[in-house]
């Protein structure tokens, strides 16, 4: 059927997503080496750019971001909430890009995480993606600000299953779904572009559970409010930390700036390595300009 048939010919390739830059410098080398050695309880924030050397792309790097190429725009919460079609859309796409999707693997970068967080350098993994990788490298005990596209609910009876068990049960009403993908190109949200003629012929099941409710990934969509409580426990996670570092992030969205402004707030030194500008660069003791694959695996901890 279409979806061996797509994950046949599109291939996650590492370093696809990846911008142009300039290899590392000495220094720069030197100055992250120096951060991490002076402080015992990081508070670490990563983004999308830790996840593109893993072959997924993320939204806002220069000339690879989904933003640079097309004028393409993720569903909002609002849209997905009040339309059917809508919903109908979001899940005929995913289900053809979740067999590519899923089977992304964590890079070098997820594993040297998870290497400092269980020797105790890091005390927080807060993570910006929903991508699942730092756990699946190990880092079980990683927050995941914006959630999950691995797990599903009903906006009904609230039943929770895996997206894995959701994707078995679209395959057994999707039979004769084969349609025509033009542009295969994976997205950060395990989307991918279908014509509207071919999403109307996709099958959307109710909730296996009450047969009345539509499922939801378990993501913070865009538009959408990281819940008040969930905040507040990454807020008492930073009381325990003596540094921030921001890894891959361009800090655009508030959920994750909030955090860098805590961290000001407490007069936490912060630390940013990323290939392209943040919000937080002014408030930073340093930025780096590097790929987190290139300067991490030199840091000795």
Known sequence: MCVRNISHTFKLVPNRFVPTHEHVLKNDVTLLQDFIQSYAKLFVITGAGISTESGIP???????????????????????LSSSQAQRRYWARSYIQWPIFSSSQPNQSHYILNDWF??????????????????KA???????????????????????????A?????????????????DVKLRPD?????????????????CPSCDIGIMQPNIVFFGANVKKEKVE????????CDS???????????????????????????????????RGDNLAKFKIVARLGEILPIIKI
Do not use: W
């Not at 989904?66 to 609002?78: A, E, T």
């Not at 959701?166 to 033009?182: C, G, H, K, T």
């Not at 989307?191 to 109710?206: Q, T």
């Open 190 to 206: 395990a989307d991918i572009y279908l014509e509207e003629d071919e999403v109307s012929r996709f099958i959307l099941p109710k």
């Open 118 to 135: 269980s020797k105790g350098k890091i005390h927080t993994l807060l993570t910006q993606n929903v991508d699942e990788l730092h756990k």
């Open 244 to 278: 921030i570092l921001v890894l891959g992030s361009s800090l655009q969205v508030f959920s994750a700036l909030r955090f860098v402004l805590r961290g000001k707030e407490r007069n936490l030194p912060i630390g940013i390595v990323s290939l392209g500008p943040t």
């Open 166 to 182: 959701f994707q078995i049960i679209l395959d057994s009403v999707n039979i004769e779904f084969s349609p025509e993908v033009r």
């Open 58 to 80: 993320d939204y806002r790097s220069k000339g690879v971001g989904l933003y640079s190429q097309n004028s393409y725009q993720p569903m909002r919460i609002k849209e997905f």
């Open 233 to 240: 426990q990454i807020y008492e996670k930073i009381n325990y």
């Open 138 to 164: 190990g880092t079980l005990e990683a927050i995941e600000l914006h959630g999950s596209v691995h797990k599903v609910h009903c906006l009904n009876c609230q039943k929770q299953m895996s997206r894995e």
